[in-house]
């Protein structure tokens, strides 16, 4: 027996002594396994709501063992496990999380993509890659996916894959804000900061709001020595997190 399913089994049977379980529950699971994964799903989500996430977890790994004849519930279930992971900054379990999704149903983009982004947390970059790659297999419009094989290419230092990947994002989906600030950025860390202008400009008009896009920007105008036009977007990004504007006023104070 896996160890993996002996921690499932071991939940289920902790699960039923729990105030979120009824103490019938485990009979109710055999009897009517998919009637009860419907319940404890609504108990995870509520869980998860009201910020008890082991708890939440605990449902959804539990639904894992007594759904065991339905692979895609189950497997759902899972992920479902695994992005609560992510959320509370445990990657290595999300990661085991997302592995015993796929074992469950191979054809899901969404568990390998989150996969990729577990992997990536705990800088595996290149299992990362495998797992985004996978990902744009099963589902090419995957734009998620698409991106964060572009960041972990620029994580790995291979830029010049990085800015084909948002390129051709781009080239697909025109108004991906994100893809024109991120191709920017990579070119900027190319030495091709003038090159880059344009791209900030695009991701500035498509999503002026966002102020990473506006210190990004910022930040290209100093690498080109011009201070003038990085105050410029320091003054708006005053007006969108004054934080963050004092971080880069102060970036722009040591390149005068």
Request: net charge positive; glycine share 4%; aromatic share 8%.
């Amino acid at each position: 027996m896996t160890r993996l399913r002996q921690a499932l089994i071991g939940s289920l049977l902790a699960f039923c002594f729990t105030s979120i379980a009824a103490p019938q529950a485990l009979p109710q699971a055999l009897n009517d396994p998919l009637k009860e994964a419907q319940r404890l799903t609504r108990v995870a989500q509520v869980a998860e709501q009201q910020g008890r996430y082991t708890d939440a977890i605990k449902a959804y790994e539990t639904i894992a063992v007594i759904a065991k004849g339905s692979p895609k519930i189950a497997a759902a279930a899972l992920l479902s496990a695994g992005n609560i992971y992510m959320g509370t900054g445990k990657f290595t379990e999300a990661v085991n999380s997302f592995r015993a999704s796929l074992s469950l149903d191979a054809n899901s983009a969404a568990a390998q993509n989150n996969l990729g982004e577990a992997l990536g947390e705990l800088k595996q970059y290149q299992a990362a890659l495998k797992a985004f790659q996978q990902a744009i297999a099963l589902n090419n419009s995957f734009v998620k996916a698409r991106y964060n094989m572009g960041v972990t290419y620029d994580k790995l230092g291979q830029l010049k894959y990085a800015e084909f990947v948002y390129r051709i994002l781009i080239r697909d989906h025109p108004d991906f804000a994100l893809a024109y600030d991120s191709l920017a950025v990579t070119l900027s860390k190319s030495g091709r900061s003038r090159e880059a202008i344009p791209f900030h400009q695009k991701a500035t008009t498509l999503s002026p709001k966002d102020p990473s896009f506006h210190y990004n920007f910022a930040i290209s105008y100093l690498m080109l020595g011009d201070v003038k036009n990085a105050q410029e977007q320091q003054q708006q990004l005053q007006a969108i997190d004054p934080n963050m504007a004092q971080h880069l006023a102060t970036a722009i104070a040591r390149r005068r």
